[in-house]
């Protein structure tokens, strides 16, 4: 069985991220949606909030597990049977951060192989940085996220 991993803060989940996880889950045969911490980011959702929203959204695909971890990606992995790592690239501008994290993560485990999917055009600009701008300042966040997060978003962002 070909299990993936696709890890990420999903601080919150947007709908570029969705659109890999659906996709990702007709490459591969079970995909887990793994909500890790990047110490490089301070967060609006705590983890268990962020899981709870993925799995609001990924709850109608059979073959997609939603969990957080506390660790390296690589020990994750391999607890979890896995040696892929599906990431989503959305421009030249992601590249650098996305290569160096797939040496370092090859690096700690060479087994890992990292697989990139083309995030879909529409979804190009999105990024849950910029949906969290929109929001604190009153902007419609409606097409940038699932539909049914928007309350949890703006009621996290208001109180
Ligand atoms: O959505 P993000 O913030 O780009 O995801 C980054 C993430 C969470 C996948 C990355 O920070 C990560 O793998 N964190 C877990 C700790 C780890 O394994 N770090 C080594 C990889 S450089």
Known sequence: MRIAIYPGSFDPITNGHLDIIKRGSKAFDKLIVAVLINVEKKGLFDIEERVKLIKMVTEDIHNVEVVSFEGLLVDFAKMNNSNVILKGLRAVSDFEYEFQMALMNSKLDPHIETVFMMTAA???????????????????????VPDIIIPNIENRINN
Do not use: M, P
Request: with cysteine.
């Open 122 to 144: 529409e979804c190009s600009y999105l990024s849950s940085s910029s949906v969290k701008q929109v929001a604190k300042f009153g902007g419609c966040i409606k097409g940038l």
